[in-house]
């Protein structure tokens, strides 16, 4: 197909053609080196902490909300303690656009830049634990978390039964 391409096209664009070509049919395979490729797989560990932890640590990526007096800095955190997007309203880029960075507007806007970022690094559920009271702050700026794409619940892990379980399902995809 490409050599039948390559004739049709003129000399400046048949270089690119020709490259484009011989990547296709070396590249038979793809190796994912993304380290959480097993957690968007549900298949990943997921610690479960000490049962005398009291706030529990059974996630992969948890949201964390921070008010200072000035400030509102919203964060995801992974369980190993590396947080891999944050958003806060001491950006230049945010600050600017607010009228007050703790008012209703700067939540609001929060979780949309948070939503966003979370989408663009791969981030799509999320373990939230974040109390908030009806018509809040907090319960805008989860809203607007969700209509950005984000579940604020994680899937439970997948964990294959042993063919040694008593109660081994016949069809796991039917149960899972």
Same mark, same amino acid.
């Given at each position: 197909?490409?050599v ?14 020709? &490259?484009?070509?011989?990547? +296709?049919t ?9 380290? $959480?490729? =097993? !957690? ?59 009228? &007050?960075?703790?008012?209703? +507007? ?10 966003? $970022?979370? =989408? !663009? ?50 069809k796991?995809w039917?149960?899972?």
């Open positions: 197909m490409c039948e391409i390559l004739k049709k096209v003129n000399r400046m664009n048949r270089r690119i053609i020709k &490259s484009v070509c011989n990547y +296709a070396v590249a038979g395979y793809v190796h994912n080196r993304n380290p $959480r490729n =097993l !957690e968007k797989l549900t298949i990943g560990y997921k610690p479960d902490g000490w049962h005398l932890e009291k706030p529990g640590r059974s996630y992969w990526h948890k949201i964390i909300l921070e008010v200072t007096g000035r400030n509102v800095t919203a964060s995801v955190q992974h369980f190993s303690g590396t947080v891999p997007v944050t958003a806060s309203t001491k950006e230049w880029a945010i600050k600017k656009y607010l009228y &007050s960075t703790l008012d209703k +507007a700067a939540y609001t806007n929060l979780g949309r830049i948070l939503g966003r $970022r979370c =989408l !663009e690094t791969g981030i799509t559920e999320m373990y939230c634990d974040l109390a908030s009271p009806k018509g809040g702050k907090v319960e805008l700026f989860l809203n607007e978390l969700v209509k950005s794409g984000i579940s604020l619940t994680e899937a439970p892990r997948y964990i294959h039964p042993k063919p040694s379980d008593l109660e081994r399902p016949e796991p039917e149960v899972h």
